[in-house]
């Protein structure tokens, strides 16, 4: 049973950073990409980045340049750096590991970006 554990998120103020962490049970090296997605109050999940298994990065345009997506192999985990956050980053951020044959989902973390 693969199990994605999402920490990190929080309150913080306009401008600030946060890092996300997942932590995968097992090795990542069998998922291929690992993603970050996000669903705002009432929204749809939206992809936010991802990472291939080479490190072929890939993100959203809403983040580029704000957001970067990273992984330790050797710590099965894949981290989202979040910096400049906005009011419209505020939603639940999930983290998303695909195989051949599934997709594995955390639970999520809710980021909230407000004064």
Do not use: H
């Not at 990065?57 to 979040?82: C, H, P, W």
């Not at 951020?93 to 997709?103: E, G, L």
């Amino acid at each position: 049973q693969v199990q994605l554990v999402e920490s990190g998120g929080g309150l913080v103020q306009p401008g600030g950073s946060l890092r996300l962490s997942c932590a995968v049970s097992g090795t990542i090296l069998r998922f291929n990409p690992m993603s970050w997605y996000r669903q705002a109050p009432g929204g749809q999940r939206e992809l936010v980045a991802y990472i291939s298994r080479d490190g072929g990065t890939n993100y959203a345009e809403s983040v580029k340049g704000r957001f970067t997506i990273s992984r330790d192999n050797a710590k099965n985990t894949v981290y989202l750096q979040m910096t400049s956050l906005n009011p419209e980053d505020t939603a639940v951020y999930y983290c998303k590991a695909t195989s051949q044959f599934y997709v594995y989902w955390g639970q999520g973390t809710q980021v909230t970006v407000s004064s």
